[in-house]
C-alpha cells in the first residue's frame, strides 16, 4: 500500500513538472533578453523549481520519516498518506490555477509584444517616409537654389548697371542737396533784404490807403453838400455842380472795395448816403449803368439794417430813383409790364418810407403816372390822383395855400387827370383838366398844347391858338435844351407837332431834323434801351415808336 502511494505521489509530482515543462516549451522565445515581462516570468518560474526542489526533499524526508515510523504505528501512515495524498491533490489543483494564470499572463504578454512591435514598425515607417520626404525637398531646394544661382549670374551684369545707374542718381541727388543747402544759405543772407523790402511794402500800403483813405474823405465832403437837394433841384445843376458830381463819381471809381469795406464797417450810413447821392448824379448825366450800381449799393446797405429816421427820406430816394430807372429805361429781353411792375414796387417802398413826411407828394404822384401806362391798373392810378389833389386842394384853400412847389406838384396832378380822360377819349373832361393845369403852372406849355390835342377840328380856331401858344411858351422856356435826353425828345415831339398843326414848315423841319439826330444819337446805356412818355399816345414807348408815332401823326 505504502509504495502505491508513493507511486501517485511521484506521478502528480511528475505531472505538474510535465506541465510547467510543457509551459515552458509552450512560450515564444524572447527577441530580446532584456524584456522586463519575461525576466519576471523567469524568476517566477525559478522560484516554482525551487519550491517543487524543497518540496521534493521534504517528501523524500517524510517518506523516510514515515518508513521509519511505519514500523512505529500503522495506523499512523494512513493518515500520512491520506494528508500527503491530500496536499498532492491541492497541490496539483494549485499547479493547474497557477499554470492557466501563467498561461493567461503568456497570452497577454505575446498580445502587448504584438501591438509593441506594431508600433515600432509603424513609426519606423514613418521615419523612413519622412525621411525620404527631407531628401525629395533637400533635392528641390538644391534644385532651387541653383536656379537662383544661375539667375544671379545671368542678371549679374543688369544689377551692376542698375547699382551704377543709382550711384550716379545718388550723386545728382547729393548736388541737389548741396544746392539746396546753398540757397538757403543764400536766402539766409537776402533775409534781411526782404525784411527792408516788406518794410518798405508796409509803408507804401499804408501810404496806399490813407492816400484812399483821404480820397473817400474828400468825396464825402463835396457828394454831401447835395444831400438837401430835392428831385427838382437835381434837375437844375449848373455846370460847375455837373462838372464836380462827375469828378466824384470818377475819383469814387478808384477806390479800393477794402477802403469801402472798411467805411462801411466805420459808418454804413455815411457810406450809403455817399452812394445814394453818386446814383442820384449818375442817373441825371444819364450814365444808368453808374446809377443802378450806387443806388443798389446803398439800397442793400438800407435794406440790410435798420436806419433811423434821419436816414429815411435818402432810402425813400434810392427807391425813387430805383423805380425811375425801370420805368424809363428797358432791359433787352424783358417786356415792358414787367419794368412798370418793378417800378410800380420801387414807388410803393418809398411811399412807406415817406409816411413820416408830411406834404410829400412828387413820389406819390410818380406812382400814379407808372400805375396810368397799364390798363390794368389805371383804375388804382385814378383813385390815388384823386386823393392827391384833393389833398392839395385842400391846402390851397387853406390860409396859408400852396407854396411853389406844391402849385407846380398840383399842376402837374391836373395834367396826369387829363391824360386818363384822354386814354378812356374823353376829350371834353381831359380838355378841362388840362385847362386847370395851365391855370396853375407857370410854365404851361405842355398843359395848352395838350388842350390843343383834345379839341376837335370844329374848333379849329381854338385849337390853332392853344398850338400858337404852347409852342411859343415851348420855345421860351429851357424844355428844349435840357441835358436830360427824354426831357429834350418830349419837347421837340411837342414842337414837331405844333410846328405841323400851324403849318409852319421851316420850323417843323427844323425840330423834326433835331428830334432825328438826337434819337439817331442815343444809344443804350449798359444793355438798357430808353423809354419815353408818348404825348400821341399817353404811353411808354421805344424811341423807334416814338419816331413811328410822330411820323403817323405828321403824315395825316
Sequence with gaps: MFEMKRKYVTIGVLIIVIMIGVNLIGQPKSPAQNDPVIQSRNIAIDSLKQQIEKLNQRINSEMALSEKRLEVATISSDQAFTMIYTFGAVGSFLGGVFLVITWVRAQRAREDYRHEREFYEARIMEYARRQEETHIRAAQFDKQQLALGDTIVSKSSDMLSKQIDSIGKLGAVIGLVQQTFKMQLEREK?????????????????TFKN???????????IILTFKDHSRLEWTHLSMYEQ?????????????????????KNADAMNLARVNQLLGVSAYYANDIDAAMKYLKTAYNIYSA?????????????????????????????????????????????????LDFKKGEILTPLTLVEVLSYSENTRPEALQRLNNIINQLEKIKSSKNGLDSNQKLLLGRAYLFRGNLEYLE????????????????????????LS?????????????????????????????????EDSVRVIALVWAVVAAHEL??????????????????????????????????????????????????????
Excluded at 211 to 221: K, S
Excluded at 316 to 322: D, E
Excluded at 538 to 547: D, Y
Aim: hydrophobic share 35%; charged share 30%.
Design 451 to 483: 388842350m390843343a390835342l383834345s379839341l376837335s377840328d370844329d374848333k379849329s380856331d381854338e385849337r390853332m391858338q392853344c398850338f400858337q401858344n404852347g409852342l411859343e411858351a415851348l420855345e421860351l422856356s429851357d424844355a428844349l435844351r435840357k441835358s
Design 211 to 221: 492816400h484812399f483813405m483821404r480820397q473817400y474823405d474828400q468825396i464825402n465832403n
Design 425 to 448: 377819349n374823353k376829350f371834353e373832361q381831359s380838355y378841362e383838366w388840362y385847362q386847370r393845369s395851365a391855370n396853375e403852372l407857370e410854365h404851361k406849355h405842355y398843359a395848352l
Design 243 to 263: 462838372t464836380i458830381t462827375a469828378r466824384a463819381r470818377m475819383s469814387f471809381e478808384t477806390i479800393p472795395e477794402f477802403i469801402l469795406e472798411e467805411k
Design 190 to 206: 537776402s533775409q534781411k533784404v526782404l525784411q527792408l523790402q516788406l518794410n518798405t511794402m508796409d509803408d507804401m500800403i499804408s
Design 305 to 353: 439794417s435798420k436806419p433811423p429816421i434821419e436816414e429815411r427820406y435818402p432810402y425813400a430816394f434810392c427807391c425813387h430813383f430805383l423805380g425811375l430807372i425801370e420805368k424809363n429805361w428797358l432791359q433787352p429781353n424783358r417786356k415792358l409790364e414787367l419794368h412798370i411792375s418793378d417800378a410800380k414796387k420801387h414807388f410803393e417802398e418809398a411811399n412807406k418810407l
Design 503 to 556: 403849318k409852319d414848315d421851316a420850323r417843323r423841319r427844323r425840330y423834326l431834323k433835331e428830334f432825328s439826330d438826337t434819337i439817331m444819337n442815343m444809344r443804350s446805356v449798359g444793355n438798357r434801351k430808353p423809354l419815353f412818355f408818348c404825348p400821341l399816345t399817353k404811353n411808354l414807348v421805344t424811341k423807334e415808336q416814338l419816331n413811328q408815332n410822330l411820323i403817323k401823326m405828321i403824315n395825316k
